[in-house]
């Protein structure tokens, strides 16, 4: 996967109201794409890791244009309000 600039993954979370979130755990679905993401990268570093954080998905995420209607959606999430 792609990694994102630093900065461009932190403008984002920026908009997205996360920028506080940005190591918290997001949960994924089994046998999904970021799933499958996250084993690799315990295979690869040898350590076990307990998932992906909003970081690791915004920095190897394709970044799509921020809309409003996107940024609402995002919000109204509730993995993301419930861990604030």
């Known amino acids: 996967m792609p990694v994102n ?6 403008k984002v979370a920026a908009a997205l109201g996360l ?8 949960p994924v679905d089994q046998g999904s794409e970021w799933a499958r993401f996250s ?22 995420g394709h970044l799509a244009p921020l ?3 996107l940024v609402n959606i995002v919000r109204t999430v ?7």
């Open 5 to 10: 600039p630093s900065y461009e993954a932190a």
């Open 19 to 26: 920028d506080e979130m940005w190591d918290a755990f997001v």
């Open 39 to 60: 084993k690799h990268l315990e295979i690869v570093s040898k350590v076990p890791n307990s998932g992906l954080t909003v970081k690791d998905i915004l920095k190897r």
């Open 67 to 69: 809309t409003k209607e």
């Open 78 to 84: 509730d993995y993301f309000t419930a861990q604030r």
